[in-house]
C-alpha cells in the first residue's frame, strides 16, 4: 500500500472518529444526569424502588435522543 493511500485511510478515520465524538458526550452528559436524578431520589425517598425504574425511563430517553 503506498503512502499517501495509508495517509488517506487514516486521515478518514480520524475524521469518522471525531464526528461521533459530539453525540458519544451528549449521551455521556444525559446518561450523568439521569443518576444523579438517581441518587437525588434515592436520599429523598430512602432508598425507594421506584427510583430504579425512574432511571431506566430517563436512560431509555438518553438513548432515544441519538
Known amino acids: 500500500m503506498s503512502r499517501t493511500l ?3 485511510i ?7 472518529a471525531s464526528s461521533a465524538l459530539p453525540e ?3 449521551a455521556n452528559d444525559c446518561a450523568q444526569r439521569c443518576y444523579a436524578q438517581e ?3 434515592r436520599r429523598a425517598t430512602k432508598d425507594s424502588p421506584t427510583c430504579g425504574a425512574q432511571v431506566t ?3 431509555q430517553g438518553c ?3 441519538r
Open 6 to 8: 495509508s495517509l488517506a
Open 10 to 16: 487514516a486521515a478518514l478515520c480520524v475524521a469518522a
Open 24 to 26: 458519544v458526550s451528549v
Open 39 to 41: 441518587n437525588s431520589c
Open 57 to 59: 425511563r430517563c436512560l
Open 63 to 65: 438513548r432515544a435522543q
